[in-house]
């Protein structure tokens, strides 16, 4: 039986591939790691404002699927804290923002990857459900929409990095009402309710404390010289 004339031998499938693809795979990886560097910051984010371990708050953040859950979460933290209209609002229009930059993300990283026979040309293949409707669609790949994607993805994350120290060094120190909507525990009803007013003092001594250290230990001022 003839061959169909698309039919490539396997050897010749892979010198195709390796022919063509690979400035596309430098792209592609380039993108993935600055989306892993974005997620990791935001975490990091979380975890200091809900005040714990790195190790504990990661127990939370890795239950999160994906960029857009954790800025919500964020979104409560700095609610919770007492943080301004104006701060969240930045953090909203950086949210949607950074939706758009994600589609473009997930198309470089989860797509199929194909290279025509004959024009020697690569494509994307994306298969998905979207809105109830299923889409399967093949668009030719394009060097310099990846280069654009790259761009935009470092933009995101060094305008993350910026609003990132912002909070980092500028917690507000909540007031004692706030603090003890912080502090407060729910326990069975046979279970003494914690004591708020013996820990309210306490706890505002060690985060004004921790204020004047640029709010985490880690983070501790340099000794100034002279």
Not at 1 to 12: I, R, Y
Not at 91 to 120: C, I, P, Y
Not at 181 to 197: A, F
Request: net charge positive; proline share 5%.
């Amino acid at each position: 039986m003839k061959k169909p004339a698309h039919h490539l031998a396997p050897d010749d499938a892979k010198s195709l591939l390796e022919e063509v693809l690979p400035p596309f795979y430098e792209l592609i990886g380039r993108i993935a790691s600055i989306w892993a560097a974005l997620e990791h910051r935001i975490d990091q984010l979380i975890w200091d404002l809900m005040d714990v371990e790195q190790t504990l708050g990661a127990c939370l953040t890795t239950q999160l699927n994906g960029p857009q859950v954790r800025i919500r979460c964020l979104k409560a933290l700095l609610e919770a804290r007492g943080w301004p209209q104006a701060k969240l609002t930045e953090l909203n229009k950086f949210g949607s923002d950074m939706q758009v930059v994600q589609e473009e993300r997930n198309r470089a990283v989860h797509d199929v990857m194909l290279v025509g026979t004959q024009s020697r040309r690569p494509f994307n293949r994306r298969v998905a459900t979207i809105a109830n409707k299923i889409v399967f669609e093949t668009k030719q790949l394009s060097i310099e929409d990846l280069k654009m994607t790259v761009e935009e993805s470092m933009a995101l994350l060094e305008r993350f990095g910026q609003f990132q120290t912002q909070v980092r060094t500028a917690v507000p120190i909540a007031s004692d009402e706030r603090l003890r909507k912080l502090l407060w525990r729910e326990g069975p009803p046979d279970e003494v309710r914690l004591n708020l007013d013996s820990n309210l003092s306490a706890r505002r001594r060690q985060l004004q404390s921790l204020a004047a250290k640029e709010i985490f230990p880690k983070r501790r001022r340099k000794n100034k010289t002279t």
